[in-house]
């Protein structure tokens, strides 16, 4: 991949989301948020994949699936009017058909196509497929950690803002209740990441944000997890019980460990 293909990547990208924008203030908030979310996945993607001293060209290309990994969300979002894979699509998909249908990444070698494709493709699955090609595991890796780190963001964001500033798509519409499942809080005790099945409240969708930290891969992800004081952000809106504070206790430990410092 050459620079001015990832240039072209990133015109292309600024092209197309800005299709998606409406009259409606409410949409283009929405939309908004995924072109920013975007922008900040592929700061983080750098940052990691320099820790991990990937040579330029992998940086690019995992700069080139950090900028086209929720390239399905615009279409999710203007067929559906939400950001919730249950009761629309597979915005990771979808995403990779797009790229393949319209041709986006045609300029660059095909083995690199199929290393971004891979990438759009499972950055949203539960748990990461096992593939023959480290290549496809590395990538995948660097991104959804990459994609972590800032979604935290943008709920410790919305949790902190009043209501009617909160952007519609993001929330679960859970009912935003003082009580939490033990089940989901179990999973933190166990460090396992927690599943969407079975959430009740708010509360329980925060303790199972807090429990993808035990899915991340890389080092520069946990610091900049610490860095950014993301837990703390997260866990001071939940109720304040001994028994999340245990939780909490335990997540932190973790990160400082894996932090390495
Ligand atoms: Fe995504």
Same mark, same amino acid.
């Given at each position: 991949?050459?620079?001015?293909?990832?240039?072209?990547?990133?015109?292309? @990208?600024?092209?197309?989301?800005?299709?998606?924008?409406?009259?409606?203030?409410?949409?283009?908030?929405?939309?908004?948020?995924?072109?920013?979310?975007?922008?900040?996945?592929?700061?983080?993607?750098?940052?990691?994949?320099?820790?991990?001293?990937?040579?330029?060209?992998?940086?690019?290309?995992?700069?080139?699936?950090?900028?086209?990994?929720?390239?399905?969300?615009?279409?999710?979002?203007?067929?559906? $009017?939400?950001?919730?894979?249950?009761?629309?699509?597979?915005?990771?998909?979808?995403?990779?058909?797009?790229?393949?249908?319209?041709?986006?990444?045609?300029?660059?070698?095909?083995?690199?196509?199929?290393?971004?494709?891979?990438?759009?493709?499972?950055?949203?699955?539960?748990?990461?497929?096992? @593939?023959?090609?480290? $290549?496809?595991?590395?990538? =995948?890796?660097?991104?959804?950690?990459?994609?972590? =780190?800032?979604?935290?963001?943008?709920?410790?964001?919305?949790?902190?803002?009043?209501?009617?500033?909160?952007?519609?798509?993001?929330?679960?519409?859970?009912?935003?209740?003082?009580?939490?499942?033990?089940?989901?809080?179990?999973?933190?005790?166990? $460090? $396992?990441?927690?599943?969407?099945?079975? =959430?009740?409240?708010?509360?329980?969708?925060?303790? =199972?944000?807090?429990?993808?930290?035990?899915?991340?891969?890389?080092?520069?992800?946990?610091?900049?997890?610490?860095?950014?004081?993301?837990?703390?952000?997260?866990?001071?809106?939940?109720?304040?019980?001994?028994? *999340?504070?245990?939780?909490?206790?335990? *997540?932190?430990?973790?990160?400082?460990?894996?932090?390495?410092?």
């Amino acid at each position: 991949m050459r620079c001015r293909d990832l240039d072209a990547f990133k015109d292309w @990208f600024t092209e197309y989301s800005r299709t998606f924008y409406t009259d409606n203030a409410g949409d283009s908030k929405n939309i908004d948020l995924k072109v920013r979310h975007t922008f900040l996945v592929c700061e983080n993607t750098i940052r990691i994949a320099r820790d991990e001293q990937l040579g330029e060209n992998d940086i690019m290309i995992a700069e080139t699936a950090a900028l086209f990994h929720d390239v399905g969300r615009f279409l999710q979002y203007s067929r559906y $009017k939400t950001f919730r894979d249950s009761i629309s699509v597979n915005h990771g998909r979808l995403g990779a058909e797009i790229l393949r249908e319209k041709h986006v990444l045609s300029q660059v070698p095909l083995q690199e196509q199929e290393w971004i494709i891979n990438t759009v493709t499972f950055h949203n699955a539960f748990e990461v497929p096992s @593939f023959d090609d480290h $290549k496809k595991t590395l990538f =995948l890796r660097l991104i959804r950690d990459a994609d972590k =780190l800032d979604i935290w963001r943008v709920f410790a964001e919305y949790y902190q803002s009043p209501e009617d500033e909160q952007p519609s798509a993001v929330g679960l519409g859970l009912p935003d209740r003082p009580d939490y499942s033990k089940a989901v809080l179990t999973c933190l005790y166990e $460090k $396992k990441t927690a599943t969407l099945a079975g =959430l009740k409240t708010m509360n329980d969708f925060k303790l =199972l944000q807090l429990s993808w930290v035990y899915g991340l891969h890389f080092r520069h992800a946990f610091r900049l997890m610490a860095e950014r004081k993301l837990i703390h952000q997260i866990s001071a809106t939940l109720p304040q019980t001994e028994e *999340i504070a245990g939780a909490i206790a335990i *997540i932190e430990e973790f990160v400082k460990v894996k932090s390495g410092v």
